[in-house]
């Protein structure tokens, strides 16, 4: 009974595990509203941070743009500018 339970076990973890085919990242770049030194640009990093899905960011404070890598699977642009402007900083895609 041991074994046969282990052996579901094991079968149920080799499920889960089984690869799942991840969406390749997605990169795009917004255009930041208000922001105007550091502080700004930590705020716009840290808001996007906390979407869920969103690998890398790179802020441009001299462009006033930031690059944002994300999972497409798991968010969108438009829960990326929301993320911003809930934070004060109202953002587009830049095309
Ligand atoms: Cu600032």
């Given amino acids: 009974m041991k074994t046969l339970s282990a052996l579901l076990l094991a079968a149920a973890v080799s499920l889960v595990a089984a690869p799942s085919v991840a969406a390749a990242p997605e990169t795009v770049t917004l255009a930041v509203q208000n922001m105007t030194c550091a502080g700004c640009a930590i705020a716009v990093r840290t808001a996007l941070r906390r979407v869920d899905g969103v690998a890398e960011t790179k802020v441009d404070l001299e462009r006033n743009t930031v690059q944002v890598s994300f999972?497409?699977?798991k968010t969108t642009v438009e829960a990326l500018t929301r993320a911003t402007a809930a934070?004060?900083?109202?953002?587009?895609l830049k095309e």
């Fill in 87 to 92: 934070v004060g900083f109202p953002s587009a």
């Fill in 71 to 73: 999972d497409p699977d």
